[in-house]
Protein backbone atom coordinates (compact mmCIF):
# COMPACT_ATOMS: atom_id res chain seq x y z
CA UNK A 1 0.00 0.00 0.00
CA UNK A 2 1.10 3.53 -0.45
CA UNK A 3 -0.59 6.05 1.55
CA UNK A 4 -4.23 5.29 1.73
CA UNK A 5 -4.81 3.42 -2.08
CA UNK A 6 -3.25 0.46 -3.13
CA UNK A 7 -0.81 0.65 -5.65
CA UNK A 8 -1.66 -2.31 -7.96
CA UNK A 9 0.82 -3.25 -11.35
CA UNK A 10 0.05 -5.39 -14.60
CA UNK A 11 1.44 -8.87 -14.12
CA UNK A 12 4.41 -7.98 -16.60
CA UNK A 13 5.46 -5.04 -15.21
CA UNK A 14 8.41 -5.37 -12.24
CA UNK A 15 7.49 -3.83 -8.91
CA UNK A 16 9.94 -1.13 -8.00
CA UNK A 17 12.56 -2.49 -5.47
CA UNK A 18 12.87 0.82 -3.39
CA UNK A 19 9.04 1.43 -3.38
CA UNK A 20 9.03 4.36 -5.50
CA UNK A 21 5.67 5.30 -7.25
CA UNK A 22 6.44 7.81 -9.76
CA UNK A 23 4.99 7.83 -12.65
CA UNK A 24 7.48 7.45 -15.63
CA UNK A 25 6.89 10.45 -17.76
CA UNK A 26 7.66 12.33 -13.73
CA UNK A 27 10.88 10.44 -13.76
CA UNK A 28 11.44 11.25 -17.54
CA UNK A 29 10.42 15.28 -16.55
CA UNK A 30 12.68 14.99 -13.58
CA UNK A 31 15.89 14.05 -16.30
CA UNK A 32 14.55 16.50 -18.10
CA UNK A 33 15.31 19.43 -15.41
CA UNK A 34 18.32 17.51 -14.90
CA UNK A 35 19.59 18.77 -18.57
CA UNK A 36 17.47 21.92 -18.42
CA UNK A 37 16.62 23.38 -15.47
CA UNK A 38 14.36 26.29 -16.03
CA UNK A 39 12.67 24.65 -19.10
CA UNK A 40 9.07 26.16 -20.18
CA UNK A 41 6.35 23.87 -19.22
CA UNK A 42 5.31 23.95 -22.80
CA UNK A 43 8.87 23.10 -24.28
CA UNK A 44 8.67 20.59 -21.61
CA UNK A 45 5.92 18.64 -23.19
CA UNK A 46 7.52 19.05 -26.64
CA UNK A 47 10.33 17.57 -25.51
CA UNK A 48 8.48 14.67 -24.09
CA UNK A 49 5.99 14.35 -26.99
CA UNK A 50 2.67 14.69 -24.49
CA UNK A 51 0.61 17.82 -24.43
CA UNK A 52 0.75 20.86 -22.54
CA UNK A 53 -1.90 19.41 -19.97
CA UNK A 54 -0.35 16.14 -19.29
CA UNK A 55 2.90 17.63 -18.65
CA UNK A 56 1.53 20.33 -16.34
CA UNK A 57 -0.56 17.80 -14.46
CA UNK A 58 2.66 15.39 -13.59
CA UNK A 59 4.56 18.85 -12.59
CA UNK A 60 1.81 19.52 -10.21
CA UNK A 61 2.39 16.60 -8.90
CA UNK A 62 5.99 17.01 -8.35
CA UNK A 63 5.58 20.20 -6.79
CA UNK A 64 2.80 18.75 -4.58
CA UNK A 65 5.41 15.97 -3.30
CA UNK A 66 7.90 19.01 -3.08
CA UNK A 67 10.55 17.77 -5.59
CA UNK A 68 10.03 20.91 -7.93
CA UNK A 69 8.22 24.53 -8.63
CA UNK A 70 6.78 26.74 -11.25
CA UNK A 71 7.47 30.05 -11.45
CA UNK A 72 5.47 32.39 -13.34
CA UNK A 73 6.92 34.70 -16.33
CA UNK A 74 3.76 36.48 -17.78
CA UNK A 75 1.76 34.00 -19.43
CA UNK A 76 4.56 31.25 -19.14
CA UNK A 77 5.75 28.81 -16.52
CA UNK A 78 8.99 27.68 -15.59
CA UNK A 79 9.40 24.36 -14.08
CA UNK A 80 12.64 24.56 -11.37
CA UNK A 81 14.51 21.15 -9.67
CA UNK A 82 14.25 22.85 -5.62
CA UNK A 83 17.25 20.50 -5.04
CA UNK A 84 19.68 20.38 -7.74
CA UNK A 85 20.94 16.44 -8.18
CA UNK A 86 24.75 16.50 -6.75
CA UNK A 87 27.02 15.48 -9.06
CA UNK A 88 26.70 11.84 -10.83
CA UNK A 89 23.33 11.94 -9.97
CA UNK A 90 23.69 10.02 -6.50
CA UNK A 91 20.69 11.56 -3.81
CA UNK A 92 20.65 10.21 -0.39
CA UNK A 93 23.62 7.65 -0.99
CA UNK A 94 25.92 6.99 1.92
CA UNK A 95 29.29 5.07 1.48
Given at each position: MHGFRK??????????????????LQIRILKALREQSGILV????LNLGVTRQVALY????LVRAN?????RTRMQLRVFPIRPEPPGGQ?????
Open positions: VFYPADTPIPENGDTRHAADLAHVRSIVRLERGVSH
